[in-house]
Antibody
Framework: QVQLVESGGGVVQPGGSLRLSCAAS????????MHWVRQAPGKGLEWVAF????????YHADSVKGRFTISRDNSKNTLYLQMNSLRGEDTAVYYC???????????WGKGTTVTVSS | QSALTQSASVSGSPGQSITISCTGT?????????VSWYQQHPGKAPKVIIY???KWPSGVSSRFSGSKSGNTASLTISGLQAEDEADYYCSSFTRYSTWVFGGGTKLTVL
């Protein structure tokens, strides 16, 4: 079945780095754009980044621009989020999501938790 | 990019209808018909229930319906059921080639 599984979350000190991964299965990964969306504890959803199906275009939210980078490896059916210069406000559950009809998201992973704390 | 504006909470009794509004700007909701709505139960991942303002994904109940007027999109849930109790988020594509979510609305079924 169509599935996304995130990994790579954990506890990191402010200023540190983490790389999140999202393993896709059950669909032709290389044909779909992908998103990262996060949700801070008790808060709402926040869009983080998008990458086109072929990796040629990437867009990031202003809150993470210059610190986070979205990428993908279509040969491995895997999406990535490289997070540098982490701050306390980056603490959240990070979801990857598959594009649906260009501007929506239909398949979501269960999320991976990132905690930025000293 | 500021979050879209949603009321914090709404409630209704089983069988009733409720409407959740989502207000954006002329840079997002007002300029594109690319508004989606997501339902999120506690501890679960979001689920798309409306896309492109008013379209239903396969398998989603027609009790959910979407519309838009100017800079404001709306989600209406008719025939409220207990399982509809959840958080609801709107989202829109923006003229900056980014996406923005609303702050979320907590629906309580009385």
């Amino acid at each position: 079945q169509v599935q996304l599984v995130e990994s790579g979350g954990g506890v990191v000190q402010p200023g540190g780095s983490l790389r999140l991964s999202c393993a896709a299965s059950g669909f032709t990964f290389s044909s779909y754009g992908m998103h990262w969306v996060r949700q801070a504890p008790g808060k709402g959803l926040e869009w983080v980044a998008f990458i086109r199906y072929d990796g040629t275009n990437k867009y990031h939210a202003d809150s993470v621009k210059g610190r986070f980078t979205i990428s993908r490896d279509n040969s491995k059916n895997t999406l990535y989020l490289q997070m540098n210069s982490l701050r306390g406000e980056d603490t959240a559950v990070y979801y990857c999501a598959k594009v649906y009809y260009q501007y929506s998201m239909d398949v979501w992973g269960k999320g991976t938790t990132v905690t930025v704390s000293s | 990019q500021s979050a879209l504006t949603q009321s914090a909470s709404v409630s209704g009794s089983p069988g009733q209808s409720i409407t959740i509004s989502c207000t954006g700007t002329s840079s997002d909701v007002g300029v594109y018909n690319y508004v989606s709505w997501y339902q999120q139960h506690p501890g679960k991942a979001p689920k798309v229930i409306i896309y492109d303002v008013s379209k239903w994904p396969s398998g989603v109940s027609s009790r959910f319906s979407g519309s838009k007027s100017g800079n404001t999109a709306s989600l209406t849930i008719s025939g409220l059921q207990a399982e509809d109790e959840a958080d609801y988020y709107c989202s829109s594509f923006t003229r900056y080639s980014t996406w923005v979510f609303g702050g979320g609305t907590k629906l309580t079924v009385l």
